[in-house]
Nanobody, 119 residues
Framework: QVQLVETGGGLVQIGGSLRLSCAASASSFSINTMGWYRQVPGKQRELVASIGQGEATTYADSVKGRFAISRDTAKSTVDLQMNSLKPEDTAVYYC?????????????WGRGTQVTVSS
């Protein structure tokens, strides 16, 4: 069973900052990649950032230089520091994990947390 709980969303002014946190529970699996997606109504879910077990990171072009992803593998947590926020960052942000059990891998997303950047 895999459970993800996101916290830290809210309303922030343009140019402000927020820090999202995600706590993962995956007792029967080994957690591989962790990350964050976001989605707005009528649009595809977008990968914002990801981080592997070796802590190699990937960022969407739209957030490079503004967002930073980090993880604590021992605690099974992943954070997303969001700086210089823009109205187009407004979305529901979802925690993501890729888990491994034997040779099989599975993808899971949390319930999401709303981030709203005022204009």
């Amino acid at each position: 069973q895999v459970q993800l709980v996101e916290t830290g969303g809210g309303l922030v002014q343009i140019g402000g900052s927020l820090r999202l946190s995600c706590a993962a529970s995956a007792s029967s699996f080994s957690i591989n990649t962790m990350g964050w997606y976001r989605q707005v109504p009528g649009k595809q879910r977008e990968l914002v950032a990801s981080i592997g077990q070796g802590e190699a990171t990937t960022y969407a072009d739209s957030v490079k230089g503004r967002f930073a992803i980090s993880r604590d593998t021992a605690k099974s947590t992943v954070d997303l520091q969001m700086n210089s926020l823009k109205p187009e960052d407004t979305a529901v942000y979802y925690c993501y994990v890729n888990v491994v059990r034997w040779t099989a891998t599975y993808n899971y997303w949390g319930r999401g947390t709303q981030v709203t950047v005022s204009s």
